[in-house]
């Protein structure tokens, strides 16, 4: 009885198959189409599958590359190649020694080179760049990161800030974009891009090592710098210096580290001028051909707590080491010596914020100062001028 069951059963299966097959065949011969839907919807659904990507920031693309970050900007950094005549002394020679050095006396011209970088910062023309760099220049010539090349005029430069402006007149200039050096944190990514050791436009990158950087030794008047360890070498100067998206968040400089005696790198520590303070100067200089800021020619010194201790004082604070002769501080009477203790109101913290405060006036205004002279205290009101250098 079971044998018979399960006989029927699988005779049922197999004409169950036979039947389903043969119904297929039926389909597929009058109508074709639904088996090529059914093929393309089966591939639809397994390119829609989630495949693995690499791991994204939350703020945008992985940064494992900033290759789009410097097609953006660096066609808008230039090499600049300045020239003048140097005249110098002829060295006497041991001939001429041999007779009293009365013989071969006289003087020669050489032509001295050097190189830089700089930022065009508009479409007419306008490239920004340290002012070292073109200083005493003769010639100045520009190539840009296309091959072509111009001469180039000098707009105005502040040596206070150590910078300059040049101008161009080429057409179909690319801008660099220009960011905010004031949201920069300790940490972040950047790049240097420039012309360094003569070499051809070369990009190295860091991170941003420190901010607010002042007091270096041989560096500007009015100092802001952002110090990060992207190598900036001779050549460099001038260049720019960005952030991950390509925009400009600093001017490179290497004149500090010049003056201390390196070649443009200080144990692997550059720096670099912030955008928010080049944006300022540039527009001025290209709106009056110069910087204008009050002035009343004072050279303001830190104390510190051990060198207030031995005068006497409770905290440091800023003496005035010198002045210059006939100056509005001078003829008000201050003297080298006098210890500044408020400034319009305020005491300051460092020297820095002293100069800082009175080149932010406008030339008339007056600036308010109370200190020490000895134990006497002092105040006088003074009248700020145009700085005389600048003009």
Known sequence: MQKSLLTRALTFVGMSVVSGLALAFVIVAWRPELVRRAATDAVETASSAPTPV???????????????????????????????????QIAPSGFDQLFGGSFFHGYRQRVERSLGSGVIVDEQGHIVTNQHVIANAE?????????????ATIVGRDPDTDLAVLKIGLTHLPVMPLGRSDQL??????????????????????????????????????????????????????????????????????????????QGVVEGIGFAIPVNLVRGVVSEIIAKGRVIRGWIGILAQDVTAEEAAQLGLIHGGVVIAALYRESPAAQAGLKPGDLITTIDGRRPGTSQEVMAHIASLIPGDVVKIQGLRGTAQFRVQIRTIEDPRSR
């Open 185 to 262: 944190r300790v940490g972040d990514v950047v790049l240097a891009i420039g012309d360094p050791l003569g070499l051809s436009q070369t990009v190295t990158h860091g991170i941003v090592s420190a901010t607010g950087r002042q007091q270096l030794a041989g560096g500007p008047t009015f100092e802001d710098f952002i110090q990060t360890d992207a190598p900036i070498n001779v050549g460099n100067s001038g260049g720019a210096l960005v952030d991950t998206d390509g925009d400009l968040v600093g001017i490179n400089t290497a004149m500090a580290a010049q003056n201390l005696g390196f």
């Open 54 to 88: 690499r791991e994204r920031a939350a703020d945008g693309p992985a940064r494992d590359s900033y290759a789009d970050a410097v097609e953006r900007a660096a066609p808008a950094v230039v090499n600049i190649f300045t020239q003048r005549l140097v005249t110098e």
């Open 139 to 151: 010639e100045i010539r520009v190539q840009l990161a296309d091959g072509r090349t111009a001469d």
